[in-house]
């Protein structure tokens, strides 16, 4: 008798999460279509037809067991993640990170795709959502006329194409000594002030600009240039006016001091004076953990903004659980349309996987293949998906983009800021790092105990 379990999958786009969904899949004897547009239609940022393939950095961030993207690697292994594997395999020298000689990383993942008897490749791009179950893993470059399928199908305003997003800092790595909580005229509904104020002498502003005006770009690809000038058909939300900080403060000294510096409406509680300049930070998670520098959209290459932001009064030692960056980024408001098991909500079996979900970075994208692809399988096996506890890295991830305020939403990384609190408050960081590891550890263990039981 025919089960569920003998449907085709379909998977949209053979990168990082769709890979890894693909061979979930496929051993568990799944059939699967992965439909990959490259070679023949291209997204502007990759540049060979394998699958998988790393757009820019070839590092996967740290490989130490106590740092996030360590952590997150870590649970990857536990629950058996193909990329990972071949990552390890294929990894050359770096330090405390996780870095890959990219071709054979992509090549390898081709071959073993190819050669699996339940996966059959279709090198077309997608222009409709099939009707039959789905993972869409079509990425940040999701092609145009896909992206107007996906528009149909959850509404206008549901999928976004940020250009251009401002850092995000750790809110114990503030220092308070100088940063001060308060709204601008007071007009805050918290009574200590929505935000965090670091403030600025006119010397120290004059020299930030300096080393702002300065600092080291990342090279705009020729297709990232047309979207900031708003020419690219079928993008509707571009720039709007969120210019980098970098571009602002070489149109003049004080463009930023009269922009998103501005220190307005704003005093210094302990001179009860008004600052030279401020930069403002705005709450970005539910937990109170994070905060987004206001108004500071960068292209700035990584290395920089931890330099240059470092010599903000009060961020001498910020700790970024997010750099800003400029790139076309196409995503869902996944608060809205997503299940923390990752399922369309009003569609059970058409899945999300990958940066189209809002989650960032190349690791945990394979995560959200990985888990995509767990929850398709239960479901075809007549059972009830499942949401990844949020005490794992992954599951906080995905309980991140699932539940946030849609408001100020936006792509976010692993993370420890985004975990829930130990039960007990530990002062030392790295002691601290080292509990919530051992507690994701020991939760992905018991979640991959409990999948291999119920599969
Ligand atoms: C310019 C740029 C630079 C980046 N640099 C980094 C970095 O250094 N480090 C980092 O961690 N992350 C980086 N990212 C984010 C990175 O894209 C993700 O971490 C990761 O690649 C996302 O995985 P994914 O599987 O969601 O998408 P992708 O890996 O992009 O895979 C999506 C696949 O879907 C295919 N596709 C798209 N539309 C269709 C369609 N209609 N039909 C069929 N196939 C389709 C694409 O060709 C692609 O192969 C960068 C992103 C961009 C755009």
Request: charged share 25%; net charge neutral; proline share 5%.
């Amino acid at each position: 008798m025919a089960t569920d379990k003998d449907k085709i999958v379909n998977i949209i786009g053979a990168g990082l999460a769709g890979s890894e969904a693909a061979w979930q899949l496929a051993t568990r004897g799944i059939k699967v279509n992965l439909f990959e547009m490259r070679p023949f239609v291209n997204t502007g940022a990759h540049e060979t037809e394998y699958f998988s393939e790393l757009v820019c950095s070839n590092s996967f961030g740290s490989n130490l067991p106590d740092r996030a993207a360590g952590l997150l690697k870590n649970e990857l292994r536990i629950l058996k993640s193909l990329l990972i594997s071949i990552a390890d395999q294929v990894a050359i020298p770096a330090g405390g990170a996780l870095a890959v000689d990219r071709e054979r990383f992509s090549k390898s993942i081709t071959q073993i795709l190819s050669q699996h008897p339940n996966i059959s490749i279709i090198r077309e791009e997608v222009t409709e959502i099939p009707s039959t179950p789905t993972i869409v893993c079509s990425g940040p470059l999701t092609s145009f006329r896909l992206s107007e399928q996906i528009k149909k199908l959850t509404g206008m305003e549901n999928l976004f194409f940020f250009d251009a997003i401002a850092p995000i800092v750790e809110l114990e790595s503030i220092d308070f000594s100088k940063a001060f909580r308060g709204s601008r005229y007071d007009r805050g509904e918290n009574e200590f002030g929505d935000y965090i104020n670091c403030p600025f002498t006119k010397n120290e502003y004059f020299e930030f600009i300096s080393e702002l005006k300065n600092a080291q770009k990342i090279e705009l690809r020729s297709f990232e240039q047309e979207i900031q000038l708003g020419v690219k058909a079928g993008v509707d939300k571009f720039f709007e006016g969120c210019l980098p900080v970098e571009i602002l403060a070489n149109r003049g000294e004080l463009a930023l001091a009269f922009g998103p510096l501005r220190p307005v409406g704003l005093k210094d509680p302990r001179g009860n004076e008004r600052p030279f300049a401020i930069l403002q930070l705005r709450q970005d998670n539910l937990a109170g953990s994070l905060y987004n520098m206001v108004g500071f959209q960068t292209n700035l290459t990584f290395p920089e903004q931890k330099r240059v932001f470092r010599k903000i009064p009060g961020l001498e030692n910020a700790t970024f659980a997010r750099f800003g960056q400029m790139h076309r980024n196409t995503f869902l408001a996944s608060p809205r349309l997503l299940l923390p098991t990752l399922q369309f909500k009003t569609r059970d079996d058409l899945f999300f996987a990958g940066q189209i979900t809002g989650v960032e970075g190349y690791v945990g994208n394979i995560a959200t293949g990985l888990i995509a692809a767990l929850n398709m399988s239960l479901l075809l096996s007549g059972k009830k998906s499942v949401a990844i506890p949020k005490n794992t890295m992954i599951g906080s991830l995905i309980h991140y983009i699932t539940h946030s305020e849609l408001k100020d939403f936006q792509p976010m990384k692993a993370n420890y800021g985004i975990m829930p609190p130990l039960s007990e408050k530990i002062k030392n960081k790295n002691e601290r790092y080292k509990l919530y590891s051992e507690r994701s550890i020991q939760t992905t263990s018991i979640f991959r105990d409990w999948i291999e039981a119920n599969e």
